[in-house]
């Protein structure tokens, strides 16, 4: 099992160009996040996914969107990248319908803005 | 606003001795809590958890103390050893959703 894993591992950007970062879980799990990580901020959640076709804001959704392709897969496109979204970016799963509210985390997606 | 708080951005120990991590919350509708652990470079992975029905859990040489009138739960390590050197993050839920919410991290050095 790989778990969950994130593609790319790391991108630059110019500001006003777009993206998607890749996720995707072998896990069976229902709901899958999408968090940024920053300095002195510990992992905010941008998005998330309770089941396949359902999505929600998280705590800081500005600026991204997001799509549950399937049960495995769940992306996030930022549409028009800012310096601001430079952060490390983190993808998880978890089933919280089963009892467990541990989430799996992917290794991450390092983001560069210029 | 703040939910989780982890006041201490840092800890330095002797490696042998207990490392002492804590976290406060200010939400009284959490239930449950974790924590986990995050080498540089790498995704964070689950250490332990606890239900609010309890005030204590255990698993090997990591366990975890709730305090629900204080708000306020603790990670010990005894013994703790140069490999437990990481950032630490508390989280915590009151969601059936399993949304989480994180504390900011402690970076934790154990010295040889």
């Known amino acids: 099992n ?41 992992l905010r959640l941008i998005y ?29 496109r930022l549409e028009s990248a800012a310096p601001s979204q430079t952060s490390v970016y983190f993808c998880a799963s978890s089933s919280p319908t089963s009892g467990s509210y541990e989430q799996y985390f992917g290794p991450g997606t390092r983001l560069t803005v210029t | 606003d703040q939910q989780v708080k982890q006041n201490s951005p840092s800890l330095s120990v002797q490696e042998g001795r207990i490392s002492i991590l804590n976290c406060d919350y200010t939400n009284s509708m959490f239930d449950y809590f974790l924590w986990y652990k995050k080498y540089p470079a790498e995704g964070p992975t689950f250490l332990i958890s606890i239900s609010s029905i309890k005030d204590k859990n255990e698993d090997g040489r990591f366990t975890v103390f709730l305090n629900k009138s204080a708000k306020h739960l603790s990670l010990h390590i005894v013994p703790s050893q140069p490999g437990d050197s990481a950032v630490y993050f508390c989280a915590a839920s009151g969601d059936q959703g399993g949304k989480l919410i994180f504390g900011q991290g402690t970076e934790l050095s154990v010295k040889p």
Request: glycine share 10%; aromatic share 10%.
């Open chain 1, 48 to 76: 998330y996914s309770a089941s396949e076709g359902t999505t929600d804001k998280g705590e800081v959704p500005n600026g991204y969107n997001v799509s549950r392709l399937n049960k495995r897969e769940f992306s996030l």
């Open chain 1, 2 to 42: 790989a778990g969950v894993t994130q593609t790319p591992k790391f991108q630059v950007l110019k500001t006003g160009q777009s993206m998607t970062l890749q996720c995707a879980q072998d896990m069976n799990h229902n709901s899958m996040y999408w968090y940024r990580q920053d300095p002195g901020m510990g």
